[in-house]
Structures are given as C-alpha cells and as structure tokens.
C-alpha cells in the first residue's frame, strides 16, 4: 500500500490538469483510499501517468540484427554494471534487452508497443520481450505482404482473408496488424517497389496498395482488434511523398487507423534539391478526419541505425549512404531493413525531416491523436524523448535550435512560425494518456480508480530535458522501480495479446499452402502460450 | 543482405555454394531449401536453377553442381575482388587472374548468370570464412552480393553448423549486444575477438574456472588451451563423455536437447524451432543445472555491489 500525497495531478483521462491531489495505491491498481503503508512525500512535484510507447522497435530479429551490426555503437555507450538487482547491459542507438527495460523506466515509461513482429519470429520476439523487465509490452505482426493474404486479396476471397488474418495474429500471440509499405515489401523480393496506391504488385496481377490497404482496415475492424490498423504508408521518406500519404488517408474514410511515423510521409517537392516541409498539407487534413490516430516518428539531430520492414527504402539508404546495410527478407511474410544513419543539421533533407516531426506535433491540434514517438531507433533513440518534450514546450529553444539550419533549409519549413508551446497537461496526453487510448488499453494512461498503477513523479525543474529525463519517483503496478536516480526493483512485465475470432477450418485451408511455401512444419509454427510469459488475453471491441 | 531459408525455396534460381560441403555436411540443405524444392516461381523445381560450386578440390557436393569453380587454395579474397571489377566493368590484369587458377571466361560467366537471374543467394561455409584472409574474406562476399544488387535480388547466408551455435549467438546479441567474445570482466559486456574469445582467454591462462555447455573444446582447441582446461577447474554438461568430460573435474550428464529436453533452437538463417521431446529421460536439462547452481550462488554472500551508479561511461 501506497500514498503519494501533496504532488500536482496530470492526469488528461479523467481531466486533471495540475490540481492538488492524493493517490492510494493497492494491489497494483489506484484505489480510493488507504490505510497505512509508505507515504511518499511528492509536495511540489509534477505527477504524471506511465509514458506508453505507442510504436517502437525493440525486441526481435530486426533490431538483434542491428546490435550486431553495430559493435562501435556498444563501445562507446553507456553502460549498465550488474549489481544484486539489475542485469547488465548496454544503451546507445539499439540498446540490449535489459538495458531497454531500465532506460524507458528510467524515464517514465512503463509500457511499450513493439510495431513490427513476422510471424515466422515472433517466438523469437517473444522471448526478448521477456527479457525487458519493468515494462508491460504488446505486439502487433506484419501482415501486408503475407503472399498467403495477398493471393486471397487477388481471389477477391474476403471472408477468408479475415479468417487468416484472425489466424496469425492468435499463432503469434500479437495484440495487432502493422502493415508495412502495403504490396511495396511483397515486390521487394524481386527487388521492385510499390509506391503509389494505383501502382501493380510485381508477382500479381489485379492487386494494388490501395486494395491491401482499405482490405487490411476493413478486416481489422471486423475483428473488432483494439487497436485500428497500424500503417506504415508507402513511399515512405521519398521528396513529395505527401500526396501519396493524403490518397492513402482519403482511402481510409470510414475507417479506424493509426499512421505511423507521420513525419516520414510529409514531404513536398520533386527531388532531393527541391523537397521541402508538406505538414501543414498533412496536418490540415488530419486535423479535419478524426478517424485516425498518429504517431510523431520525430527526429533529433546526431547518430542512429535506422530498422525497418520497409526492405526497399533501405536498399536506397544504402545507395544514398555507402554504409553498412542489412536486409533479412522473411519467407512469404514480409521484409526486413538496417542501415546505420547520422542525422545532420547540415544536411538539408535532415533539416526538413527535424523539423517536420516537431511541426506536425505543433500543427496537429489534438493531442489525443497525435503521440510522442521518434521510431526508435529510426529518427532517434527512444532515450531522447526528453529533448523532444524540451522542443515542444518552449518556443525560445526551438529558435535557438533552429540557428543552426542552414539558410535554404530555413526557408523549406514552416517551423521558424509556429508559436505554440506545449503544456504539461498537452506533454502527459502524447506521452501516455493519448496512446494507451490508442491501443485500446483502458488502465494504462490513467490515474483513475481501478487503473494499474503506474505512475511518474517529477521533480519540477526549469531545465524541461533535465526534469523529463530524471523523475524522482517510478511506480509499475504500484511498486516503486525508480527512486533518487536509482533502479531499486525490476519486476518481469505483462505481454498484452488478442484472440480475435476465427473459423477453425481455416487450417484445413492454410495447411497445404502453408507446406507449399514455408520451410517449417505448420504444428510447430504457432507460438505455444506458455512461451509468452504473464500473457494477459484482451477483448475485441465492437467497431 | 539474407534471408530466410524459404526464400531460397520459393525463389532462387541461381544458388553459389563457396567453401563448404553441404552434401556432407549439411545433407537436407539441397533438399529441403536450395536445389530440389519447386514452387510458385519455380515449377520445374532442379531445373529451374543453376548451382555454382566454388572450393579448392573436388567434393561430394560437385555432384549436385552445374558448374564446379576450382580455386587456388587462399585465393578466395582475390576471386571475390576480380567478379566485384567484371562486375563494374573494370579492367582485371591476366596475371591476376591467372593467380587463382580460374579463366576471365569463367569468371565473366559467373557474372553474366548472376546479373541475369532473377534472385540469386551465395551460402559460404568455413572452407571461404576460416581460411587465409578469415573475415575479410566475408566480408568481400557479402559486398558482392551487396553490389549485386543493382542488376537483380541477391542474398547471401553463412552455412553454419554445430547445434545450435546460432541460438547463442542471438541471444548473447540481445542480452549483451555482441555475439560471442565478450568479457564482463568490469561489470559490464565488452566484445573484441581475439582477445576475449574463448580460445584466446584459455591459451593466455586467463581464466581460474571453465563451465563448458554445449561444447567439446577438447576436441577442437589448441593444445595450450586444453592444457589449461585440465589445469583449472572445469565443469561440463554434456549427454555424453567427450573429450572435454574427460578433463574436467566435474561432469554432470544432461538429458538431450530436442530428444529428452525441451526448448528452441535458432536455425541457420536465425528461424527460433521449437523442440518437442519424444522421449523422457532421467537426466535433468541443462537448463535446470544452471538454474540450480544459480539459486546454491545466490544463497551464498554476495560479491557484488548491492548499490551504486546506475550506468558508467565507458573507458
């Protein structure tokens, strides 16, 4: 048991915005009140609920794939040394597994969306994601160039589709669907591209983007998933991409969705020289079409390795670049990226895309629908989060940032007029209480009787990177993780995972077409439910 | 660039083996991914793909060729560099290429069938990655297959072996960033073979224990580096007695991984199985020895800190 008294509430769920109050804490949840237990003083402090993550890169083949291939990164990072209650480890741009579980804690984070998994892995991701401790986690699989999916899609065999899809979320244990570059990834494997919704699938004859797309979405909302369809646009990164975002999200009309990493998607211009900042384009849409949900996909200036299932953009990255690339092409399901990358404020296009991420959180004008996130590690590390927070909150700092574009870049942003400063309460909506609505998960986000206690006390502190990156006080289910700088529990998190409904025949269907492609057997593809560790099964909703 | 095997299955049409023997060594390799499987794309299955063996002498695996490449014992860096200059169209001096024991005719064919298929993978074994030249080799492999890249689809994959080798090295990756020759001597993981892999910690004396899992070192290492082993104290699990076991004070018979042992091994191209005993055995896993010798550890006083930094910079 637990009372925190005397600290200011940020709590957007249930409309506290800065007010004096108590929290009791029991078993892990808030309650009303009670009765003995640790007081914890918090008088003058900021308190807010545990940051969730709405899309990040953390567990898996991908990002393992880009530990190894960065061993100068883990050389020159910071360090974790063993003691009695924590695991080593290493941070940097792709941090190890325990290390990722202290650094996001370490900063008020207490749940995580991994936004990536092939099914094929997902056991493999699975056991990472134990390998995080403090955080709860959730999962969602890629589903939009499952050649399986896309034969159906070509059949126009809807029904059975929705079966499949229901099928692989549940044999990977996942919470949702990402769809990465929809079709573009499938044709990657004859070292093609799709980038345009109208544009032909190389394999396929009838299908296109847009019909995986607005396929995927209606599927996702048939099911009922808590979380709508969690889209990676195609063209993603390309000067002038921003009419292929718009058309993707006028396709998605009716539809629930999440675009993910907006700030890849909002670009004008024809070419390298000429492109420029599209977000106001972007942000005037999206602010008129409430069906969608976004995340920042910002990014900060300095050393990074960028992942991502988007196999095409990363061959191009690695022409553009020269450097290291990586690419894990996974039977029938999807693709696979890595190249490290240094953002430069020297570098026009980096200057656009610095500013693009920080202009869309400015011009987007609810924050419940659009979130905090930097793709980690794609625009940044997720351990930056704090010099984002700095940016948005203070307009002097954003100008003093800004010095250091170049003159051209200056002119091809709309950032230099933008006053807008964030407040706390606006910070603790993109931070927590906005994505864990997102994802459906009604006791994250929330300081509200019966909501798990997770909960991030500040120290208030006029340096906003100093106050955000080091709080005073971390609960996780109501024990306290983080005190005085320090870890002093790491306890082993949920996994949160749906079991949407399915047509148990299906298998008769998949089985044959399964052995035709893959190289395991269909009994052993499936993740056993005891891999999953502290598996909590959420509901489907009624769309 | 890789992929997983079923890639290869579904798609390849052009397939290099260089430096290894996998009718030998890896027997279901053309039978289940590479040379044998038909598919979608690939309806006629064999006939529909071209194999390239590339080796210092003639194997089991030449059988199964279409074209056998015979090289020069510690020339594989000097084909590698030759294909990547035809490929750029560059000039090669005969005399270069005379070096390797290949024709330019040769070599040019190579090129022209690799450019021309419509997606192409290399696998190469230790005869390519554990030669003169060692991971430059490799890696003058993988920056073909790379450059590839701009004419067709191409991948490469090691072909890697000894039980499940892969699974510690994913995992080693995800807990301490680095696959293999790590020390914790300060705390904290730091990698650089050579120097603190385990061969070198052993031949240097460096190491006053050793628990040998999953391993013979007795069998393969250099003789200083065994004579070490007998001379500390080392403790192996292991189903059977191995030239390791013979050494070491202590041995605890483990049952099997995959036959009397759950778990999960991580294929070649880092595919997690799962592994399902048929049969039970009296033996406990080596999972629950090193879990029991944890808990007996941890009853102990503890030798490390309880507090202090959280993190430290590195030096």
Sequence with gaps: MIRITGGKIYDPANGINGQVRDLCIDGGKFVSSVIGGRTIDATGMII???GVDVHTHVAGGSINFARAMTPEDHRRTTAFIRTQSRRSGLGGMAPTTFATGYLYAGMGWTTVNEAAVPVLSARHTHEELHDIPILDKSSLVLMANNEILLDLFEAGDFERAKDVVAWYIWAAKSYGVKAV????????????DAKQLTDPIEGYNTITPGTIIGGLAQIIDELGLPHPMHLHCNNLGAPGNVWTTLETMKLLEGRRA???HLQYHAYGGDDWDTMRSASAEVAEYFNTHTNMTTDAGAVLFGDTVTITADGPWQHLLYKLTGRKWGNLDVENETGCGIVPYTYRPSNLVNSIQWAVGLELLLLINDPWRIFLSTDHPNGACFWRYPEIIQLLMSFDFRKECMTKLTPIARERITLPDIDREYTLYEIATITSAGPARALGLSQKGSLGIGADADVVIYEEEKDIAKMFSHPRYVLKGGEVVIEDGDIRATPEGREFIVKPSFNPDIENFLKPKFEDVYTMSFENYPVEMERVSHAEIRDCIDT | MTCTLGEVKNRADFIVYWGG???????RHFTKYTLMQKSKFLPRGRKDRTMIL?????????????????IRPGKDFEVLTILRAILKGQHVNESSIAETGLTLEQMTDFIDRAKKS???CMFF???LSMTRGKHMNSAALLTLAAELNAFTKFVAMPMRGHGNVTGADVIMRWQTGFPFGITFNRGYPRYNPGEFSTVDVLVRGDTDAALILGADPGATMPQPAIDHLARIPTIVLDPKVTHTSRLARVHITTSVAGISAPGTAYRMDEIPLPLKPALKSPYPTDEEVVRRINEAVARKSHWMPADGPMTVLQH
Excluded at chain 1, 181 to 192: E, I, L, S, Y
Excluded at chain 2, 21 to 27: D, I, L, Q, Y
């Design chain 2, 21 to 27: 023997n996998p009718a030998e060594c890896h027997p």
């Design chain 1, 181 to 192: 570059n929809p079709g573009g990834v499938a044709a990657w494997k004859w070292g093609k």
């Design chain 1, 258 to 260: 999440h675009i993910a």
């Design chain 2, 118 to 120: 419509r997606f192409g």
């Design chain 2, 54 to 70: 590339v080796d210092i002498r003639e194997t089991k695996s030449g059988g199964a060729a279409d074209i056998f490449l015979q």
């Design chain 1, 48 to 50: 807010f609920p545990g």
């Design chain 2, 125 to 127: 074994g230790m005869g």
